[in-house]
């Protein structure tokens, strides 16, 4: 089974919205980078508690080579940069959970399995271990998370509700 790394936006949205066992729930260990596990545990609120209080299924990873940072970081974060370089350290047998469009391009473009938060609550719909994308989703908008109309739409009709 190949690694999931996960960047700060999923693992704070779906804090926000008490669904961050998800992650453990679908895959069972997670690895995050030491730069994503800094930005999430900079301000001691809910979703830096429910990190640290995980642990035992989230495991901080630093990557080897720091030398490669400076390759990518030009239009991206610290911690995409770090989840992009962990990936690539398992020769790209890894699925990548990260949010950011531009983000998502250049994993792409690396040949990264990618998917999103949606993609997340999309597959835990389909595993049946929640009943809907459309509560969730909701809860994601209420809180800050922006979804198009169109990705809207699209999760919900791939959920079939």
């Known amino acids: 089974m190949p690694r999931v790394i996960v960047n700060s936006t999923p693992l704070i949205v779906l804090s926000n919205i008490n669904y ?77 959970i990260i949010d950011d469009n531009s983000a998502k391009k250049t994993a792409k473009y690396l040949g990264l399995t990618v998917t999103g938060s949606l993609g997340v609550i999309l597959k835990a719909k389909k595993q049946g271990l929640i009943h809907s994308v459309i509560t969730l989703m909701n809860q994601l908008i209420q809180n800050g998370f922006y979804i198009t109309p169109e990705v809207y739409d699209f999760v919900k009709d791939e959920a079939g509700e």
């Open 20 to 96: 961050l066992h998800l992650l453990k729930d679908l895959y069972k260990d997670i690895y995050i980078p030491q730069a994503v596990y800094d930005e999430v545990t900079a301000k001691n609120d809910s979703a830096c508690q429910q990190i640290k209080n995980n642990l035992n299924w989230i495991h901080i990873c630093k990557i080897q080579d720091q030398s490669q940072k400076r390759m990518y970081q030009a239009k991206l974060h610290d911690g995409e940069v770090e989840v992009m370089i962990l990936a690539q350290e398992n020769q790209n047998k890894d699925l990548v």
